[in-house]
């Protein structure tokens, strides 16, 4: 989806407040690991439509987490590239990649709805395409760290036995 998501956040915040919701304002990432069930966006992203379901199933609580970017989330990518082993070349391509998103920096990134029905969150997610493009980038980079740790654990510098 490449919307402007702080529209969009304002839009579904007027919307709730005719429709008589309450709204708890929950935090980014905090329904991982719960049972969800995840609204179409794709082909569905209506948020409305998604809200009838929630009225028609008599619920009153809506859950709303958004997350704006920030200037640390290109910030701490740019400050990990140094700690890699990079060619010259792959350097300078994440360093473009990620200053090239700064122009989104304070922009809503990821909006949530979610309500609870018999004991599973039914969840309403969207995210603009140059934010998915961001995971992407910090993934690549995160995978490339994760990967040069990995010959450190059974280095003690010879002062333990594998025994």
Not at 1 to 7: E, I, S, Y
Request: net charge negative.
């Amino acid at each position: 989806m490449d919307a402007n998501l702080d529209t969009l956040k304002r839009e579904i915040l007027e919307y709730l407040d005719s429709a008589a919701f309450v709204v708890f304002h929950g935090s980014p990432g905090g329904l991982e690991g719960l049972p969800m069930v995840l609204w179409d966006t794709e082909q569905h992203p209506d948020y409305q439509a998604f809200l009838e379901v929630a009225q028609k199933s008599g619920i009153q609580i809506v859950i709303l987490a958004t997350r704006e970017f920030e200037a640390d989330d290109t910030g701490d990518l740019l400050a990990q590239l140094d700690d890699l082993d990079l060619t010259r070349e792959e350097q300078r391509e994440y360093q473009s990649r990620l200053r090239e998103l700064r122009i989104y920096e304070g922009q809503t990134c990821f909006i949530e709805l979610a309500f609870d029905y018999h004991s599973r969150l039914y969840v309403y997610q969207v995210q603009p395409d140059w934010y998915q493009e961001f995971l992407g980038t910090e993934d690549e980079i995160l995978s490339r760290t994760a990967g040069e740790d990995d010959g450190d654990e059974d280095d003690f510098g010879g002062y333990f036995s594998k025994n």
